[in-house]
């Protein structure tokens, strides 16, 4: 990718960004607007039902003493009536001094008018008493207006807020309205920019791609060739399994007639350790063109791990390589043991080929949870990891190719095989490499129920 096209793709994903962020702002401060609102709401709502609520009731509770005062001419009704009174004016006072709208405030003048009418004639009522003695049935028709008209007063004044509630509201569908305009106006902007990062990400970038895909599909189809060639070629390798059998027969009679130490003996030597290469080269190739099914039974990981480091224990003793085994937590795979055994043995023996003398080798098992040939699963990491020489680059490339091979009598087909059958596990192989530090190959598989 040159710097023109990285410049240009940077400036567009900078735009989508940009736009992103200020739809994101919007957003936000939208919120804090209509948090603020809904505060106002929930307040003016509160004031309005607690208003007409509490001035009802000091209203009821003044004419409840009052009434009792009527009946029984008692001074100590009055008085207690008188501290009501003084409590409900009080209120209407301190109700103008805090009105926040001249609407509001008008009312309350009003009212605080009204009850000094209601005062006068509860003034008129208690001259009566006096001047006739207790009496519920005294003509009530002037305090009932007035309380009437108190009582109207207080309901006015629970609508004000009501109307304040309808302001408030009409400013947060406004604000709404203006939210939905910028979101839709910074939409349409962010859609150009993303139209255009398509066009540019295709021009650039996957046209360039669709040309490799065509070499690529190529290169699968010589492939597939190439793996007919080797089914047939697996063919001829069975038919030359016989006669290299017959072969290593005559050659175990023959050298029976010549003595230890003598230059035919040795020949014979020569000849017989070339057949059991021969035996093993044709029996990896088979193993590759053809291999076996997995048989899987469900076991531990860690006692996988824990068979492969006993079975190369003697072994590693002579080199002075450690093979450790790091403990883990119960960890279940579905796995074909004899075959999976086979993927960590040559694992191991290629990590202790690469590290030579004095080196480290550990094996781990490890959950997580990885894409494999299914689909991101629970997984189970089965790693081996070295400290030997690491892989170089050269050799990366063609790790896993058939027949290729960096040791001097290796068969190239040790890892095909490993891939080959953790694939058909259900698994992946993978490898981390730093040359001079070391390897890790983790052979990812299903994780399974105890």
Not at 51 to 79: C, I, P, Q, V
Request: charged fraction near 25%.
């Amino acid at each position: 990718m040159t710097s023109a096209v990285k410049l240009r793709l940077a400036a567009l994903v900078l735009a989508m960004a940009v736009m992103g962020g200020l739809i994101a702002f919007v957003t936000l401060d939208s919120q804090r607007e209509g948090a603020d609102l809904h505060s106002k709401l929930d307040e003016v709502e509160t004031q309005s039902r607690g208003m007409a609520e509490h001035f009802t009731d000091m209203l009821r509770e003044a004419g409840n003493k009052l009434a009792r005062y009527r009946s029984t001419g008692d001074e100590a009704a009055w008085t207690d009536f008188v501290k009501s009174d003084d409590e409900l004016s009080a209120w209407i006072q301190g109700q103008i001094a805090t009105a926040t709208t001249p609407g509001e405030r008008g009312l309350l003048q009003q009212m605080n008018a009204a009850y000094e009418d209601y005062a006068r004639a509860v003034e008129e009522v208690r001259q009566e008493i006096q001047k006739s003695g207790p009496n519920q049935n005294l003509p009530p028709e002037k305090l009932s207006l007035t309380r009437r008209h108190l009582f109207d007063l207080g309901q006015q004044l629970s609508q004000a807020h009501l109307d304040l509630r309808k302001q408030l509201l009409a400013e947060a569908h406004q604000m709404i309205w203006r939210l939905r305009l910028t979101i839709l106006v910074a939409l349409a902007l962010l859609f150009i920019f993303a139209a255009a990062l398509a066009m540019f990400v295709y021009r650039d970038m996957i046209r360039p791609l669709r040309t490799k895909l065509v070499e690529t599909q190529a290169a699968v189809e010589q492939r597939e060739k190439l793996a007919s060639l080797g089914l047939l070629a697996a063919g001829v390798a069975h038919e030359v399994r016989n006669p290299l059998t017959a072969i290593k027969a005559a050659l175990f009679t023959q050298q029976k007639r010549f003595a230890p130490g003598t230059p035919e003996h040795s020949d014979v030597k020569v000849v017989e350790r070339e057949i059991v290469r021969l035996e093993r080269i044709v029996n990896d190739f088979l193993q590759f063109a053809r291999p076996a099914e997995p048989e899987p039974v469900v076991m531990a990981a860690d006692l996988l791990l824990l068979e492969t480091k006993t079975f190369f224990a003697a072994q590693f003793e002579k080199s002075r390589i450690r093979l450790n085994l790091e403990p883990s937590a119960p960890l279940y795979v579905a796995v074909d043991p004899g075959q999976m055994k086979q993927v960590l043995i040559n694992l191991v023996q290629n990590a202790a080929d690469s590290i030579g003398q004095e080196g480290s080798i550990t094996l781990r098992a490890l959950q997580s949870r990885k894409p494999l040939l299914n689909g991101e699963k629970n997984t189970v990491i089965l790693e081996v990891s070295d400290t030997g020489r690491g892989i170089p680059p050269e050799a990366q490339k063609r790790l896993f190719d058939p027949f290729f091979t960096t040791k001097e009598n290796g068969t190239g087909l040790g890892l095909s095989i490993a891939a080959r059958i953790v694939q058909k596990h259900g698994g992946v192989l993978r490898y981390q490499t730093q040359v001079n530090r070391g390897t890790t190959f983790g052979i990812l598989l299903p994780q399974a129920m105890a």
